[in-house]
């Protein structure tokens, strides 16, 4: 008795186990028969009205899910696209850039050379030595014509050294004399300022004459001769050059290194006022016009 006592437990397990087994067996031979039948009836096509109504249940969610998966996939392919797209731009813009870079370095170059061939060609001309310099600034001071050029004493710049430029289909002329020079920039007085004095030598003829040239802003005009040693030679049409004497006469500006033979201008017309002859004189070079000047360092012999 002790025994069976001691044995219930697990006789109540085995019989517990035993009892589970058969119904796990029960169900697989339920389910398996459930799916026999199932796979039957779908192949006599007995189901068919089934599926029909379960796809027209379903038919709205699928739709949904359809439309969902294609949107996402067009978004994602969108997203794609867009990158390449932006990348593609970026890579665009700085090719861009540098063209533009290249272009302006070419531009300059051809700007340059053309300013070279143009020195070369005063070289050969006169026995000048030259440097050129871009106009930075012009002086709006109403009371002097004062300009501001790119080079400076680091150039070898000094005052009173003459400054040429060209406008128009006109000879390279005295267009300014430097005034004060800094290390990087000098300021030029024009020829046309009341204070620019120079002396020049008119041509006409065969014949010349020393004679001084003053300008003539101020007083509304632009250069005017006078004390001429010859006033029959002030005559329309004459050619008057700088005669590379003005570092002798007793003038506040230091122009002794303006050369002679530079070329300044023409006379216009000469007028007798009493005992004294002057003339007006139009300037080769508009010196309110040059964008571009060269300085004569030292005149080659």
């Keep these: 008795m002790r025994d069976f006592i001691d044995n219930a437990p697990q006789l109540r397990t085995t019989i517990s186990n035993e009892a589970g087994g058969r119904r796990l067996g029960w169900h697989a031979a339920m389910l398996l028969s459930v799916a026999l039948g199932l796979l039957f009836a779908d192949l006599r096509g007995w189901l068919q009205p089934a599926h029909s109504l379960v796809e027209q249940m379903l038919a709205p969610s699928t ?3 359809t439309h969902l998966h294609d949107t996402m996939w067009d978004a994602g392919l969108g997203l794609f696209a867009w990158q390449q797209v932006e990348q593609e731009n970026i890579a665009l813009r700085q090719q861009i850039s540098q063209l533009q870079a290249e272009l302006v370095l070419r531009e300059q170059a051809v700007v340059e050379n053309a300013r070279l061939r143009e020195q070369l060609a ?4 006169r026995p000048w030595s030259l440097i050129g310099a871009e106009v930075t600034v012009r ?3 109403v009371a002097r014509r004062v300009m501001t050029i790119s080079r400076g004493a680091a150039d070898g ?3 009173g050294m003459a400054v040429v430029g060209q406008t128009g289909t006109g000879p390279v002329a005295l267009i300014g004399v430097v005034e004060a020079v800094n290390e990087r920039t ?3 007085l024009l020829t046309t300022d009341f204070g620019n004095r120079l002396s020049v030598r008119v041509v006409h003829q065969g014949d010349s004459t020393l004679a001084l040239m003053q300008g003539q802003w101020q007083r509304g005009s632009r250069l005017r001769l006078e004390q001429a040693e010859q006033d029959s030679l002030l005559q329309a049409g004459a ?4 005669a590379g004497l003005t570092g002798k006469l007793a003038f506040d500006l230091p122009l002794a290194s303006v050369p002679e033979g530079v070329p300044i201008g023409v006379i216009d017309a000469a007028t007798n006022d009493g005992n004294d002859r002057y003339a007006d004189v139009r300037p080769y070079a508009d010196p309110d016009q040059v964008r571009y000047v060269w300085v004569i360092l030292s005149r080659d012999e």
Excluded: G
């Design 63 to 65: 739709t949904r899910l």
């Design 122 to 125: 005063i070289q050969e001309q």
């Design 139 to 141: 002086t709006p001071d």
């Design 157 to 159: 710049l000094v005052a």
């Design 186 to 188: 000098a300021s030029v």
């Design 239 to 242: 050619i008057v050059v700088s």
